[in-house]
């Protein structure tokens, strides 16, 4: 009888997309086979408290712990272990819950998606799908992502990025050097956050000065951009390591004026189409444009690539690119895979096998120098 593979699924997290990244866990969970995986889950409270149990990702849901024994992952390479902590404050113990031989982050957002998970499964040398430590950080900070883009002659809308301080000490000064960008409409955005968090299209000054000290709730980088007056929302899900590949593209069509929190995880509001109705040409130059910006970051595993389209001029923008997209069931990553040919289970199973391609490869870096 074949060995079963030993995962731990890391959820929820301390980051305001808390929320998705269980709605996600949850439908992973669902399709994942129990005859291939022996499935250990890892439960991140908001408060950045690890968790483990069968009932994890409920207490989470509910907001309650109180029922859960913390758990952590030493940062030591080896067979990856998974320990919980039990005993009294003073007399503390590290009791084995599981080995893990791999790890599946369905985290979204800060401490998770955007490196620093990924520098601890580093350390402790376990394959875990998606992105590496550069592929992620990179793909998470919104400002930095557009500048690589430049850098690769990738087409993205105007933007600046602004600092937490340089808002507080004088609003005024990025106001005018946002306003010197382009005229309004503009988007703000906390630059290493996703899910529409914290996002807001600003038509005035005052729009503006709103949308700005929101975003700076969330993040101490903001991104203003040039707004679209009204384009078309373009997503493309990319896979793979070193030869990626990319699905069939597919359209956003939302009833608000932009894809917000609430369209895509709350009231269903929004349509999809997919595929999205592109001329043939277009369609194939979004898609190789989407592997490009992948490899540009050095992205593993999956991502999911989102393009502004305008509607007047046909002139398409490279957006963003989301190292660890929703996974919820109605998510447009698994949905354009269904599209293309690989169901939602196919998907996870494919996804499992590149982080061990990935950890492979980098078995084979050198760690010890000896002259």
Known sequence: MEKKIRIGVIFG???????VSLMSARSVLSVMDPKKYSITCIGISK???????????????????????????????GAAKLYRVTGIDTEKKLELAAE????????????GEDGTLQGLLELADVAYVGSGVLGSSVGMDKGLFKDVMRAHNIPV???????????????????????????????????????????????????????????A?????????????????????????QEPRASVAGEIIPEADFYSYSAKYL????????????????????????????KAIDCAGMARVDFLLDRETGQYYLNEL?????????????????????????????LVDLAFERKADRDHTVRIYEG
């Open 267 to 294: 009231d269903g509001s929004s349509r999809l189409n997919i595929p999205a109705d592109l001329p043939a040409e277009t369609s194939e130059a979004m898609r190789a444009m989407a592997v490009e910006a992948y």
């Open 100 to 111: 893990l031989d791999v790890i599946f982050p369905v985290l979204h957002g800060t401490f």
């Open 13 to 19: 997290g301390r980051s305001g997309e808390h929320a």
């Open 217 to 241: 709730r969330f993040d101490r980088r903001i991104l203003i951009e040039r707004g679209l007056v009204n384009p078309r929302e373009i997503e493309i899900s990319v896979l793979g390591n």
């Open 157 to 215: 809308v105007e933007s600046i990025t602004v600092s937490r301080h340089e808002i507080e000490a004088d609003l005024n000064a990025v106001i005018s050097k946002a306003e010197a960008l382009a005229g309004y409409p503009f988007f703000v955005k906390p630059a290493n956050l996703g899910s529409s968090v914290g996002i807001s299209k600003c038509r005035s000054r005052a729009d503006l000065l709103e949308g700005i000290m929101d975003a």
């Open 322 to 350: 989301n190292t660890l997209p929703g996974f919820t069931k109605i998510s447009m990553y698994p949905k354009l895979w269904e599209a293309t040919g690989l169901s939602y289970p196919q998907l996870i199973d494919r």
């Open 47 to 77: 408060k950045g408290e690890w968790y483990t149990g069968d009932s994890v990702l409920e207490a989470l849901e509910n907001d309650d712990v109180s029922g859960l024994q913390k758990a952590i992952l030493k940062p030591v390479p």
